[in-house]
């Protein structure tokens, strides 16, 4: 029952497990979807799918599997009124037709049949077995006639065609492989939280305050720590300008989302690669500049530093001095990168570029390198393995 | 102390369901997820876009139903000990050293949480768990149990408190938290996704029924074309739609203003209401101000 849709449901990608296709089943049995072929997609859909990023493609399982099954099945399970049944089935049948049944016993007989048939499917349903699983066993078929010849319960288009409701499609955009927003990247960047108890003792330590009274020989001794809080410490720096204002949209996503994330997070920005200034402040960028040595002596080792750039520039701007393309610069940027990378141990470069890319692009490559691998693309799972690198 | 054991009345089969009520428009798919939990005793999930009306789902199941409702809101800070019940120490401390009689029974010192209340009911409860998504990201994995089998023990008390009824419950999460697989797996789910037109109208109705039905188009209209304003940080949802609409009537104006043909009409009165973000309001306004240069010429 409903195995085989079971297995192309997690084929598709979906992770649906055992537990939920047996409350599917049980909903069923209990009757929860009624007869509508609607209702068991609604039914299906709140059993199997827990994440609406995952509803389109549940949708387009469900309608690549269940195809044409509606039609022919549509309000099998309704009323039929014998005497309907009956006058419908001679209108539709042929001279010839009806000469093949008498031989197969009579018209009476072969409506018992079909009735009795249909009677077993409705039993079945009840018990929650395979009304849709006999999408393909019209049981007249042999006969020359089927039950979508006879339009079983197909009186006018009453019904609304349940296909639609799954064809419709509504939550395509919620699918999340392709778009990283800024919630995914919260999501993604909540893995990097690591509490700590630090600041004001506000909270009662119950263990040690009962430890403590114990010693005071029942005394009272109140003992308080600190809430724990977050502690995680980002260096945060961006590039910006350039070849990176293809990008700017979805770095001001990732900042953003940053932002409320870490209680120390300080951001730089940067153009192109790091050199011996950075500033905070992109409109006064030439004026306010810090001095990257004073980042090092200000911001501690345990901070987790993170470049976001695309690191697509002319090599010479890394290896060599006087390379920038905004200022002379006495010192080539891949020594102000190591002077960073020996200060805070743990660091990760994210770029924007897709992967294909990088292996084209020297500059990418020279980072890369400078970077010890620790070049992760700008995406949920690359961000996904960059938080781990930076455990 | 109404801690007493008592044995699950998990079979009995609810015949009433949910259809809506007079004050809340529900779509068929979610009436359905809603009669699916309460027919199988199982939790069910509800997100959506905030303003969607998932936390007043429970209130008006509760009320459809004729149930009585338990609400925990979850915050950053809740813990899932706080739902069963609490152990004050501390009191039970400070009555020792001042030699209350109350402190030989450890059970003046437990506090019921909104799980144990829910338990409790001579009625088969509504249980609303609000936003579930604001705690610890191991919160839903700490409950587990006492939602499967609705049961759990008191340690202090070595007694095991078990559900009247099985309540039904009401998770909603607004997405700050992946929830993990094994909390899923156990629930119902559905996505309130953002009404379509037809659906907002009834929603609405409901509310002001004796709206002029021109300026309900009329506004509909003007609030789906700020919905599609690209950019947008935060879309208006349901529940800014209604406060709008409630202005609109307090100000009686009348729904001819609301049609934007006119470009130098352009902007809805009261967009106030629709736009909450700073940002937003000074996009609206600029699109707004270049639609009607280019409307100029």
């Known amino acids: 029952m409903l195995i085989p849709f079971f297995y192309m449901l997690r084929e598709g990608g979906m992770n649906t497990s055992i537990t939920e296709l047996l409350t599917l089943l049980e909903a069923m049995k209990r009757g929860v979807a009624g007869t509508s072929v609607d209702d068991f997609y609604y039914l299906a859909r709140a059993t199997l799918v827990k994440d609406e990023s995952q509803l389109d493609r549940f949708d387009r399982i ?95 288009s009453r019904h609304r065609s349940a296909v639609k409701v799954w064809d419709r499609r509504e939550y395509r955009n919620l699918d999340d492989s392709v778009e990283l927003g800024t919630r995914n990247i919260k999501v993604a960047l909540r893995r990097l939280r690591k509490f700590a108890r630090e600041g004001a003792a506000d909270q009662l330590d119950l263990e040690d305050t009962i430890d403590k009274t114990a010693r005071n020989a029942g005394l009272l001794d109140i003992r308080m720590v600190p809430e724990r809080h977050n502690a995680v410490k980002v260096l945060l720096c961006l590039d910006i300008g350039g070849s990176m204002d ?75 001095a006087g390379g920038s393309v905004e200022h002379w610069n006495e010192e080539p940027g891949a020594v102000w990168i190591k002077r960073l990378l020996n200060t805070y141990h743990k660091a990760i470069w994210l770029n924007p570029e897709p992967r294909e890319r990088w292996d084209f692009t020297p500059s990418i490559k020279l980072t890369r390198e400078i970077m010890d691998d620790r070049m992760f693309p700008l995406t949920i799972s690359g961000l996904d393995d960059g938080i781990k690198a930076l455990h | 102390m109404s801690a007493v054991r008592t044995e699950t009345n998990g079979t009995e089969m609810t015949d009433t369901r949910f259809t809506g009520t ?26 959506g876009e905030p303003g969607t009306g998932k936390t007043q789902l429970a209130v008006e199941v509760a009320n459809a139903l004729g149930k009585p409702l338990f609400e925990w809101h979850i915050k950053s800070t809740t813990k899932a000990q706080q739902g069963l019940y609490e152990y004050d120490a501390v009191a039970r401390l400070r009555d020792s050293q001042l030699g209350d009689e109350r402190v030989h029974d450890i059970a003046n010192y ?188």
């Open chain 1, 62 to 156: 469900f309608a690549a599997y269940f195809r044409g099954v509606e039609d022919s099945l549509g309000d099998l399970f309704e009323e039929l009124p014998e005497d309907w049944l009956l006058k419908q089935a001679e209108l539709l049948l042929s001279e010839e037709e009806r000469a093949r049944i008498e031989a197969l016993g009579g018209f009476e007989e072969l409506m018992k049949a079909l009735r009795e048939r249909l009677e077993e499917q409705d039993e079945r349903h009840e018990g929650g077995s395979k009304w849709i699983g006999t999408a393909g066993t019209s049981p007249f078929g042999a006969y020359g006639y089927n039950p979508e010849g006879v339009r079983i319960g197909q009186h006018g």
């Open chain 1, 246 to 320: 293809d990008h700017v949209r979805i770095c001001e996503e990732l900042f953003s989302a940053a932002s409320s994330e870490f209680k120390h997070l300080e951001y730089f920005y940067f153009h192109n690669f790091i050199y011996e200034s950075l500033w905070k402040d992109n409109r006064r960028r030439h004026s306010e500049r810090v001095p990257t040595l004073d980042i090092t002596h200000k911001y501690g080792a345990d901070y987790k530093l993170i470049f976001i750039g695309d690191a697509t520039m002319s090599p010479y701007e890394i290896v060599y």
């Open chain 2, 22 to 47: 007079s004050t809340y428009v529900a779509t068929d798919d979610l009436m359905l997820a809603v009669n699916a939990a309460v027919t199988l005793e199982r939790p069910i999930l509800v997100k």
């Open chain 2, 110 to 297: 437990i506090q019921k949480g909104k799980i144990w209340e829910a338990f409790a009911s001579d009625d088969q409860p509504v249980l609303l768990i609000d936003e579930i998504d604001k705690a610890d990201i191991e919160f839903p994995n700490d409950l587990l149990r006492e939602l499967d089998r609705m049961e759990f023990y008191v340690y202090e008390t070595q007694r095991l408190v078990a559900a009247k009824h099985r309540p039904i419950i009401v998770i909603t999460s607004n997405n700050e938290k992946e929830l993990p697989d094994a909390f899923l797996r156990r629930c119902f789910f559905h996505y309130i996704k953002f009404p379509d037109q037809d659906t907002m109208a009834r929603i609405v109705d409901v509310h002001y029924p004796d709206l002029k039905k021109n300026l309900l188009r009329e506004a509909l209209n003007a609030f789906y074309k700020v919905r599609e304003v690209p950019g947008l940080k935060k879309k208006p949802s349901t529940s800014e739609l209604l406060d709008w609409i409630k202005l609109l009537v307090a100000e009686d104006i009348p729904p001819e203003v609301l049609r934007s043909d006119d470009k130098r009409k352009a902007i809805p009165p009261l967009y106030g209401a629709l736009l909450k973000n700073e940002q937003d309001v000074h996009l609206f306004e600029r699109l707004v101000f270049l639609d009607r240069g280019a409307g100029h010429q």
